[in-house]
């Protein structure tokens, strides 16, 4: 239960929402899903989707990046041009 209210560049996780094996959390400001994985046999991993799509290739917590809204061209491919690396 820490909640430190900082505002700098950081999600802003709502509430959790448990499921069996998973714990998922959408930010707030850009909509960046946060999955901790707890399956059995193994030790827990947190995930990152984006719009249903896993951020894969990120080690440690993509940037928040609000998203604008009434966006015309807001097709779903944020992470489209942020994969780099
Ligand atoms: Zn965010």
Redesign the pocket.
Known sequence: MASAARSCA???WGEPQRTTYETVRT??????ERVTRHEPDRLPWVEFRAQGVTAIGYRGTPP???RREAGPTSTGVALEGRRHG
Do not use: A, M, S
Not at 27 to 32: A, P
């Open positions: 950081r999600h802003r930010c707030q400001r850009c909509g960046l928040c990046v609000p």
